[in-house]
């Protein structure tokens, strides 16, 4: 059984900085793409960001790119998200997904989700 548990939202100030966690739990964790999406209220979800667990490609959505880092402790199997320059339109329910291949920010390539973890961003 696949789970991942996603920590580290919270509210923060425009241009502050926080750090999300991911700990992957129930499969080999390797040749698979691990990614970041959020979803506002009323809109669709988005991908942010993913790294191929392997070769540890990484790959950016435009809106969050110099400001976010996706990066993964292997030995851990944990992901994470440092988020810089914060910025309100970053408001959203934040979730860890994993997809078995390698895969860019399209949320049907995932099968396997988390439960978020909320970041809200004030100005």
């Known amino acids: 059984q696949v789970q991942l548990v996603e920590s580290g939202g919270g509210s923060v100030q425009a241009g502050g900085s926080l750090r999300l966690s991911c700990a992957a739990s129930?499969?080999?964790?390797?040749?698979?793409?691990m990614g970041w999406f959020r979803q506002a209220p009323g809109k669709e979800r988005e991908g942010v960001a993913r790294?191929?667990?392997?070769?540890?490609?990484?790959y950016y959505a435009d809106s969050v790119k110099g400001r976010f880092t996706i990066s993964q402790d292997s030995a851990k199997n944990t992901l994470f998200l440092q988020m810089n320059s914060l910025k309100p339109e970053d408001t959203a329910m934040y979730y860890c997904?994993?997809?078995?291949?390698?895969?860019?920010?399209?949320?049907?390539?995932?099968?396997?989700w988390g439960q978020g973890t909320q970041v809200t961003v004030s100005s």
């Open positions: 997904a994993a997809g078995p291949g390698f895969y860019g920010l399209d949320p049907r390539d995932y099968n396997y």
């Open positions: 129930g499969y080999s964790y390797s040749r698979y793409s």
């Open positions: 790294i191929y667990r392997t070769s540890g490609n990484t």
